[in-house]
């Protein structure tokens, strides 16, 4: 690897296309990076370690030793509407997971869970240009083997276990599986997402712009989390949900 040149390339499912990756020891935040590069072509960002790894909600998101990847989007690229793509990630994350033998399970929007504990978070971000948006990263970072977390995330962050060959399998099974379910009629993708889900079924409190308690039902065609309340039927297209109702 030399920081931040092409010297890996990603060959998606059809054996032809190649993604260049651009690869790190260490960034302040690939999304970062990928905004910095700009949405000319698709490409992969890819870092071992951030100092400044961003989660959603302007939270700061652990990154050492795990895949910290971000994918670049053009506008033009995406046959696909941008409100899928976090499920789009988190479908490929949850397939290469459970393909390396694991029991992930997605928690919407953007959660992968090992055992009830967080192993992977995405953040989808548009990206603008002179004539409004030009693209899209999608970034995901995933933890990884024995990480020391900060004493707040060690009850509810998870790990997977993994060498660093099967590291880079999972990396490239991730960015391929990404591309698969942008190609996918987006009902199909959303069938896994929902028969992966930790949330379906289940009680939830959900916060931001709707606030409340009820069980989720299913998935929206737009990726949305439908609940069903005592005050009738939501669909929660943001905002955060919690397992945990009491
Ligand atoms: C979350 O859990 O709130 C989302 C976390 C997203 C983290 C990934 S790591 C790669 C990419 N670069 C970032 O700065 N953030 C995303």
Redesign the pocket.
């Known amino acids: 690897m030399v920081n931040g040149f092409v010297t890996e390339q990603a060959f998606l499912s059809d054996g032809k296309t190649a993604l260049p990756i651009y690869h790190y020891s260490i960034?302040?935040?690939?999304?970062?990076e990928?905004k910095r590069r700009g949405t000319a072509k698709s490409a992969v960002?890819l870092?071992d370690r951030?100092t400044?790894?961003?989660?959603?909600?302007g939270?700061q998101?652990f990154?050492e030793g795990?895949?910290?990847?971000?994918i670049i989007l053009p506008a033009e690229s995406l046959s696909f509407s941008p409100m899928l793509l976090t499920s789009a990630a988190a479908f490929a994350v949850c397939r290469a997971v459970r393909a390396a033998g694991f029991d992930a399970k997605i928690k919407w929007v953007?959660?992968i869970l090992l055992d009830g504990k967080?192993i992977?978070?995405?953040?989808a971000e548009a990206m603008s240009g002179e004539n409004g948006i030009s693209g899209f990263?999608v970034?995901?970072?995933?933890n990884i083997g024995n990480p020391d977390f900060p004493s707040e995330l060690a009850d509810i962050a998870g790990t997977l276990p993994l060498s660093n060959a099967e590291k880079e399998v999972l990396l490239h099974a991730i960015i391929q599986g990404f591309f698969d379910a942008l190609a996918m009629p987006p009902r199909e993708m959303l069938a896994y997402c929902a028969e992966q889900s930790a949330v379906i079924g289940k009680k939830v409190r959900f916060f931001g712009a709707k606030e409340g308690v009820g069980r989720a039902l299913g998935l929206s065609c737009e990726g949305g989390l439908t609940v069903l309340t005592d005050e009738g039927t939501v669909t929660l297209t943001g905002g955060e949900i919690s397992l945990r109702v009491e």
């Not at 960034?27 to 970062?32: E, I, M, W, Y």
């Not at 400044?52 to 909600?57: D, N, Q, S």
């Not at 795990?66 to 971000?70: K, L, R, V």
């Open positions: 960034l302040d935040s690939t999304n970062a990928a960002i870092a951030q400044a790894g961003r989660g959603r909600l939270r998101f990154s795990g895949i910290y990847t971000s953007n959660d967080k992977c978070g995405i953040l990263v970034g995901i970072g995933i």
